[in-house]
């Protein structure tokens, strides 16, 4: 069941009965990366899946991932009634998630990032100048390859046709100004001096072959945050809960209850 949240600008799916849990879906992917995973967690919780701002009908919002992060603070508000929530972000929303609880620490009770971290180095940087160049000039196709290869890699799309030619129909929707920004706001984001600042705890999981976010951004976000717990989920990329669901359901298990 859809509903619409902060007034009216955050579109979300929800199921399930429970405690509320939030999963914030990536930059190059879009909710229904989560739809492999949602049935067996709405059996525990109240599952809120919304699309972020500038996705689907989400209405987009200006300032950077600061002003992203808010307005998603104001819908896990609405949603949450007010009580801490848990809230799982991979990617880019899993930096999302983490902006958040810096900006908006009653919010959250825990935090499952995914394949995320609080800086990129510079080739990580690079890449997204990169993409939004290519991506203002050409178009999104012209880096839809280069997209899915950030997403899974190429054995992978190899084996699952299917879902990778559903993978590039999604990406294909995205906003293409949305896009842009938000790889501009990726390339110049540090959050690692704020990182002491989140006191609950945090699950950072990572897949081993991701080249989006690479491991070593994971293994520096768990050393720097005060109460976090590493998982690498094995032979999975950038988007582990699609690519492998009950390998990483089984990787929340004992963090969730």
Do not use: W
Request: proline share 7%.
């Amino acid at each position: 069941m859809d509903r619409l949240l902060a007034n009216g600008t955050v579109n979300a799916a929800q199921s399930g009965e429970g405690p509320p849990l939030f999963l914030f879906h990536s930059l190059l992917s879009d909710r229904a990366s989560f739809d492999a995973i949602v049935p067996e967690l709405e059996k525990s919780f109240r599952t809120i899946v919304p699309e972020l701002p500038g996705f689907g009908r989400s209405r987009a919002v200006q300032g950077g991932l600061a002003a992203v992060a808010d307005r998603m603070a104001e819908a896990v508000k609405d949603a949450a009634g007010g009580a801490p929530a848990i809230v799982l972000g991979n990617g880019y929303g899993g930096f999302v998630a983490l902006q958040m609880a810096i900006r908006h620490p009653a919010i959250v009770s825990k935090l499952i990032l995914a394949d995320s971290g609080a800086a990129f180095s510079e080739p990580g940087r690079e890449a997204f100048r990169n993409m939004a160049k290519v991506s203002r000039d050409k178009g999104l196709q012209a880096i839809t390859d280069v997209a899915m290869r950030r997403l899974f890699a190429p054995e992978f799309q190899q084996r699952h046709p299917d879902l990778m030619r559903d993978r590039r129909e999604a990406f294909l929707r995205t906003d293409p100004e949305m896009f842009r920004a938000a790889c501009d706001a990726l390339a110049g984001l540090d959050l690692r001096a704020e990182l002491a600042a989140v006191k609950v705890p945090v699950l950072v999981l990572v897949g081993e072959h991701d080249e989006a976010t690479p491991p070593p951004m994971s293994h520096e976000l768990a050393a720097a945050l005060p109460r976090a717990e590493l998982k690498i989920i094995p032979g999975c990329a950038h988007v582990p809960q699609l690519q492998a669901p009950r390998q990483f359901l089984a990787a929340l298990e004992g963090f969730l209850l």
